[in-house]
C-alpha cells in the first residue's frame, strides 16, 4: 500500500500515480493576480467529505508539493476512519513563502477554489496558515473548518492535537516500560511549533526529562526556557542522545535509514505526519530494532477531531474527551502489532481500511 511517488517526477503520470494510491481527484489551482499556486487532493469519500488542513509551504519544486498533498491526503483517509469520524481524507498545498505571499487576496482566491468542489473538501488549518486565514477563505466558502470561536469554530486545533499526543506519549510509555507515568522518562521532542510546544508542556508539567530541537532556534530556546527543557541545536546530536522516547513534532520523513541508524530509544511517538520515509521497509526496521511505534495518522487524529466537532456544533471538553480515546487506539494497535510481528502502521491502515471497506458495502446495497 506504499504510496508508489518517491523518485519519480510524479507529475508527468499524475493519472497513474492518483490510481495507485487510490486517489479520486487532484485539482491544480492558480491566481495570476495574486501569486497563488496550490493543489487540493481528495483521496477517499466513502465515509464522508474530504477533510484536510491546507499546508503554505516553500516547496522547492511543483513534483515535491504534490508528492507532499497525496501523501499527506491519504494520511487523512486513514486518520478519519481509524478515529471512528464519518469523513473521507483530503489535504491542500498552497506553493511559496507564506512571509512573502500571504495575505487577504490569495487566500480568498484559494476560498473560491475550494468552494468549487462543492463540499467534496472541507479545508482547515495547517503549517502555514492560522485562524485569520480561515476567516479570508470562510468568507468565500462555507467549507471551512477551524474557524475562530467568535464564528462558531472551535479556534486553533494544536491544543486539541497536542492532548491527543501527550496521550499516546502515555500510552506507548505504558505498553514499553509497564507503567504510562512519565515522570523521570528522558523524551526528545523534534519540533517546538504549536502542538511541539503544548506536548512539551505537558511533558514537563508530569516530571519527564525534555530535550528540544528545532530549525527555528529562537523559537525553540524560548520554548526550553518557559518549560524547563534542555535545547540541542545540532540535529544529529539531538537524534544520536539516549532517550526513552522519540517525539517527532515537526515535519515527516524523520524515520528513515540514517536516522534510525542513530536513534538509541525504546519507542517513537509524535505529532509530525509521514513520520516513515519508506512504511514497509521502516516499518520493518523498527520491529527488527524492537522500537515500539505510535502509528502517526492515529497519534495526531486530535486535529482532526477537533475540526469535525464544529460540523457538529463545537465543544472543547467534548473534543478533548474524544482526543483522550486515542490512548486506548494506541494501546490496541501496538499490542495486536506486536502479537502478530507486523508493523502497528500497517495493521492500523488496514482496520482504517476494513471500515472504509465496510460502509462502502453498505452504500452499494441502497
Known amino acids: 500500500m506504499e504510496l508508489a511517488v518517491e523518485n519519480k517526477l510524479v507529475a508527468k503520470n499524475i ?3 492518483m490510481a495507485d494510491a487510490g486517489h479520486e481527484q487532484v485539482m491544480y489551482c492558480q491566481d495570476k493576480a495574486t501569486g497563488l499556486k496550490a493543489i487540493i487532493a481528495v483521496h477517499n469519500t466513502v465515509l464522508g467529505p474530504a477533510l484536510g488542513g491546507t499546508r503554505f509551504w516553500n516547496y522547492t519544486n511543483e513534483d515535491e508539493a504534490l508528492r507532499d498533498v497525496l501523501r499527506l491526503s491519504r494520511g487523512m483517509t486513514y486518520k478519519s476512519a481509524i478515529s471512528g469520524l464519518n469523513l473521507g481524507g483530503g489535504k491542500a498545498v498552497i506553493i511559496g513563502d507564506p512571509a512573502k505571499l500571504k495575505n487577504e487576496a490569495l487566500m480568498r482566491r484559494f476560498g473560491k477554489f475550494v468552494d468549487n ?25 462555507k467549507h471551512v473548518t477551524g474557524l475562530p470561536e467568535w464564528m462558531g469554530g472551535g479556534g486553533n486545533p494544536s491544543p486539541v492535537t497536542a492532548y491527543g499526543v501527550y496521550m499516546g506519549i502515555k500510552a506507548i510509555s ?17 519540533g517546538t511549533g504549536h502542538v511541539g510546544e503544548t506536548v512539551v508542556k505537558y511533558l514537563t508539567k508530569e516530571g519527564a526529562k525534555v530535550f528540544v530541537t528545532d530549525i527555528n532556534k529562537e523559537r525553540m530556546a524560548n520554548v526550553a526556557k518557559e518549560y524547563g527543557a534542555e ?21 515527516g520523513a524523520t524515520i528513515n535509514t540514517k536516522n534510525l541508524a542513530l536513534l538509541k530509544c525504546a519507542a517513537i ?3 509530525a505526519n509521514n513520520q516513515l520515509e519508506d512504511e514497509n521497509l521502516h516499518g520493518q526496521m523498527l520491529i527488527d530494532r524492537g522500537i515500539f511505534y505510535a502509528p502517526d495518522f492515529v497519534i495526531n487524529a486530535g486535529g ?3 475540526v469535525y466537532s464544529e460540523l457538529l456544533g463545537y465543544n472543547r471538553e467534548m473534543a478533548l474527551s474524544s482526543a483522550e480515546k486515542i490512548y486506548d487506539t494506541i494501546t490496541q494497535i501496538v499490542k495486536s502489532a506486536r502479537n502478530q510481528n507486523l508493523a502497528p502502521q500497517l495493521v492500523a ?15 452499494q446495497t441502497r
Open 15 to 17: 493519472l497513474g500515480t
Open 269 to 271: 511517538a509524535g505529532a
Open 231 to 251: 535545547v540541542v541545536s545540532d540535529a544529529t546530536e539531538f537524534l544520536s542522545r539516549p532517550m526513552d522516547i522519540y517525539s517527532p513534532c515537526a515535519l
Open 174 to 190: 505504558n505498553i514499553a516500560f509497564g507503567s504510562d507515568s512519565l515522570s523521570g522518562k528522558t523524551i526528545g521532542v523534534q
Open 349 to 363: 491502515m488496514h482496520l482504517a481500511q476494513e471500515r472504509i471497506n465496510q460502509v462502502a458495502t453498505i452504500r
Open 304 to 306: 482532526i477531531i477537533n
Open 117 to 141: 468542489l462543492g463540499g467534496k473538501y472541507i479545508t482547515a488549518e495547517d503549517v502555514g496558515v492560522d485562524t485569520r486565514d480561515m476567516e479570508f477563505i470562510r468568507m468565500e466558502t
